[in-house]
């Protein structure tokens, strides 16, 4: 059964597009990290301030406020991948359905065709 005629004729009628939900998501997830970064960057300013006056980095991470820049960087870079994958897979699903093969796709994100196989079966 090939769905490459309901996924053309009928997205633009349909109110749930994966694509666009998953697109929508990584703008969020953007939009926090771009919060997180400017607390990161503060942080950073002000530890480079403390060290220079000659501070230890136990006596600077010790007075420090949660997250840490460490705990920031580390949730910057699960949002990213979280809501990068999930486009990637929404994207490949679309592409699929419109009659891209698994090695057009794989060309097109750079990726092998194993990996878009695994994306197209993938649940999450």
């Known amino acids: 059964m090939r769905t490459a005629a309901y996924y053309v004729q009928d997205v633009a009628n349909e109110p ?3 694509v666009l939900d998953a697109l929508a998501g990584l703008v969020r997830a953007l939009r926090d990290n771009s919060a997180r970064i400017e607390a990161t960057l503060s942080r950073a300013e002000r530890i480079h301030r403390q060290r220079e ?4 980095y136990r006596e600077i991470e010790s007075g420090e406020e949660r997250p ?3 705990e920031l960087t580390r949730d910057n870079l699960a949002a990213l991948v979280e809501a990068g994958s999930r486009l990637r897979r929404a994207e490949a699903r679309a592409l699929h359905a419109e009659g891209m093969t698994m090695e057009q796709i794989a060309e097109l994100f750079g ?3 194993q990996r878009v ?3 197209l ?3 999450r």
């Not at 006056?53 to 230890?56: D, F, K, M, N, V």
Request: no cysteine; proline share 5%.
């Open 16 to 18: 749930n597009d994966p």
């Open 53 to 56: 006056a000659g501070l230890s």
């Open 68 to 70: 840490l820049i460490v």
């Open 111 to 113: 990726v092998t065709r």
């Open 117 to 119: 196989s695994a994306l």
């Open 121 to 123: 079966r993938s649940e």
